[in-house]
């Protein structure tokens, strides 16, 4: 089923959006951004044409933490990443989705560092990019995105860009999936956010939940994202004050730990595992913690061993994935897992699904797993085409932030808000404040994501956007 299609022409657009709430992970505490909308159009081998979008937020200090760079640099870093993603497709001529992905990924990524961008960044790009055309591929032969991919529409197979899996059946991996039509919402609480009203001198006063009492009792989580900095005796007093509240949850919960790259060595997040274990009032938090997320920072994470800490809670690696292979390398020093983001690309999660279907087989035992991670996924095209790909992978909780810290479709049109809502009425609700996105018992409703193209069909107003400027960068 897979096709071959041609690169024609891509348009870029951005927004700006503000945030109800401040969020900080790691150096950084946001309350604005920016979101990139990129529309591809290709042409298919019988002639036909078909558009595509992908959306994603331009996030600063993700994709490249380094202090000396303003966010605005690094919003020009992720303008590049596309940029030079597009000049390497519309010079590739006709190829597969995985084939423009895979044949051009060591010449971008080596085009990217010489502009002194990392394979972080780079794949920013890239993911977009292929987002868009594939999102054109699926709608061109009017499939979803769980239906194509299991018929491998996008030409998945082995190839020199993944050595390590030159004998895997990609096809056969596809087929198999069972897309998911239900996921849990796992909220993240950040290093900011309010746990009770006593920690808060003024409120947005919206209506909607801003403690996490509030949200726990609006959203009714089973499953939770706890940020922690780095400093054990304020981490320490900070989780025994959000396990208070979630101890107290209706059927119990689970959650994940995120060390935010806030350590230099594993020894010093196990220093703060064993300080938690410790503390009477976290017994049952530590008993809910499923795996612990990327708590060394990326300078070192893929350098030092991972064993005395893996051998408490399973490890997983975020920001390191920045090279194709850093699931490879993390597996030799002990981390167990790697998180998926569309925002790092489809076919990378793929790609690292794939290693752990191959490495459990070879161990034969469940040791290996994806976790599904935000990066502020905004309601509309963004978030719908993240759930997809997380409900193809078949994870089934995945970290949502984006309907917490930004209104619903806030900066976007109303028209255009209405429309999607229409389009998708259990996995948005309408309020007082316009369409959102509905958690109900804890959980997503996606199964209208099974829809032509990438979880969406609907395109978003490309005229209230605007026009993405060429990247200042290099500078």
């Not at 010449?107 to 990217?112: D, F, G, H, L």
């Not at 708590?295 to 994935?321: C, F, H, N, Q, Y």
Request: charged share 25%; proline share 5%; hydrophobic share 45%.
């Amino acid at each position: 089923m897979s096709l071959r299609f041609t690169l024609l022409e891509t348009q870029r657009f951005e927004w700006p959006f503000t945030l109800r709430l401040p969020f900080r992970f790691g150096v950084i505490t946001v309350t604005q951004g920016r979101q990139a909308v990129i529309r591809a159009r290709i042409r298919l081998e019988d002639g036909s044409e078909a558009w595509g979008v992908a959306a994603e937020t331009l996030a600063a200090k993700w994709f490249d933490k380094d202090p000396k760079l303003s966010d605005s640099q690094n919003e020009q870093q992720l303008r590049r990443a596309l940029e030079l993603a597009t000049e390497a497709s519309l010079a590739a001529g006709a190829d597969t989705a995985f084939g423009h992905f895979a044949n051009s990924y060591a010449a971008v990524t080596q085009a990217a560092a010489a502009e002194a961008l990392n394979p972080l960044v780079a794949s920013y790009g890239r993911a977009l990019l292929d987002r868009a055309m594939l999102d054109a591929a699926l709608k061109a032969k009017r499939v979803s995105f769980w239906a194509g991919m299991r018929g491998n529409i996008g030409g998945m197979a082995p190839h020199d860009v993944a050595p390590d899996l030159a004998g895997f059946d990609f096809a056969a991996m596809l087929a198999g999936q069972s897309p998911l039509a239900r996921l849990h919402a796992r909220h993240t609480v950040g290093l900011v956010d309010p746990i009770t009203a006593a920690d808060q001198d003024s409120r947005v006063n919206d209506g909607l939940p801003e403690t996490l009492e509030e949200v726990a009792t609006g959203y009714g989580h089973r499953y939770w994202k706890l940020k922690v900095g780095g400093n054990i005796a304020a981490d320490v007093d900070r989780l025994c004050r959000i396990a208070a509240v979630l101890d107290r949850a209706h059927g119990g919960y689970h959650a994940s730990l995120d060390g935010n790259e806030q350590y230099e060595d594993a020894e010093g997040a196990l220093a703060l595992w064993r300080a938690m274990q410790a503390e009477p009032r976290l017994a049952r938090l530590c008993r809910s913690i499923l795996y612990i997320e990327q708590p060394v920072k990326r300078a070192r994470a893929l350098e030092t061993g991972m064993a005395a800490l893996a051998a408490e809670r399973p490890v997983i690696i975020d920001e390191s994935d920045g090279p194709l292979d850093a699931f490879v390398t993390g597996r030799a020093l002990g981390y167990a897992g790697v998180s998926s983001k569309a925002c790092k690309g489809v076919w990378r999660s793929l790609i690292n699904l794939a290693r752990c279907r191959a490495w459990n087989a070879e161990e034969k035992r469940e040791r290996y797993f994806m976790s599904a991670e935000d990066l502020t996924t905004l309601a509309g095209v963004c978030v719908q085409q993240d759930l997809a790909l997380v409900a193809l992978l078949g994870l089934p909780h995945v970290e949502r932030n984006g309907h917490h810290f930004i209104d619903g479709f806030s900066g976007r049109p109303k028209a255009e808000a209405y429309a999607f809502l229409e389009a998708h009425p259990a996995l948005y609700a309408d309020t007082a404040h316009g369409p959102r996105l509905a958690i109900r018992d804890g959980m997503l409703d996606i199964a209208s994501l099974d829809t032509p193209g990438l979880g969406a069909t609907l395109e978003p107003d490309f005229t209230a956007m605007a026009p993405m400027p060429k990247a200042a960068w290099p500078n």
